[in-house]
T-cell receptor
Framework: DAGVTQSPTHLIKTRGQQVTLRCSPI?????VSWYQQVLGQGPQFIFQ???????GRGNFPDRFSARQFPNYSSELNVNALLLGDSALYLC?????????????FGQGTRLTVV | EDKVVQSPLSLVVHEGDTVTLNCSYE??????LLWYKQEKKAPTFLFML????IEKKSGRLSSILDKKELFSILNITATQTGDSAVYLC??????????FGTGTRLTIIP
């Protein structure tokens, strides 16, 4: 079975540009979460989506947005990029909201803003 | 605000040593604590703990949760160079959101 897949793996953007990151969860998983990991820090929660609805949002500016599609894949969009947005962006999938379920992470997208 | 603190921040030991990594948490409506190993990019799931005092084991790794004192430990015995990584602790409340600590960077010297 395929794990969580993210694309692209690496990305270089210029300040002010917009970027879209993509994530496909593990087959059968309906919940997708996005995290930002700055070098030397633990991942920080950005969004969680379940059944195409936003179920949680972290402390990030409105430049960050996301959505989930009927096949449960997800996109994270970041507008008006800043140098400080340079980070590893991780996607995690889990079965859903019921019970105790562990989250599995993709390889991440390394975003560099210059 | 939910908070997870890990210690030590870094640890250097010789192959064969035993290490203990610490994680304390303050999370509203705590539900579970998770440990991950991060070598390059993707954090790899190790354990999920939901009940106090019940040790979970996987090979040379083991972990236990104390819900009264709000902490967890991860033990690695007979360490190997392949254990070198950043170990992340994360706490979960009622939602799917994970609150992570900064991580412990473990380096195993051959």
């Amino acid at each position: 079975d395929a794990g969580v897949t993210q694309s692209p793996t690496h990305l270089i953007k210029t300040r002010g540009q917009q970027v879209t990151l993509r994530c496909s969860p593990i087959s059968g998983h309906k919940s997708v979460s996005w995290y930002q990991q700055v070098l030397g820090q633990g991942p920080q929660f950005i969004f969680q989506y379940y059944e195409k609805e936003e179920r949680g949002r972290g402390n990030f500016p409105d430049r960050f947005s996301a959505r989930q599609f009927p096949n449960y894949s997800s996109e994270l969009n970041v507008n008006a990029l800043l140098l400080g947005d340079s980070a590893l962006y991780l996607c995690a999938s889990s079965p859903g909201l019921q019970g105790y379920t562990e989250a599995f992470f993709g390889q991440g997208t390394r975003l560099t803003v210059v | 605000e939910d908070k997870v603190v890990q210690s030590p921040l870094s640890l250097v030991v010789h192959e064969g040593d035993t290490v203990t990594l610490n994680c304390s948490y303050e999370v509203t409506n705590f539900r579970s604590l998770l440990w991950y190993k991060q070598e390059k990019k993707a954090p790899t799931f190790l354990f999920m703990l939901t009940s106090s005092g019940i040790e979970k084991k996987s090979g040379r790794l083991s972990s236990i949760l104390d819900k009264k004192e709000l902490f967890s430990i991860l033990n690695i015995t007979a360490t190997q160079t392949g254990d070198s990584a950043v170990y992340l602790c994360a706490a979960q409340g009622l939602t799917e959101k994970l609150t992570f600590g900064t991580g412990t960077r473990l380096t195993i010297i051959p």
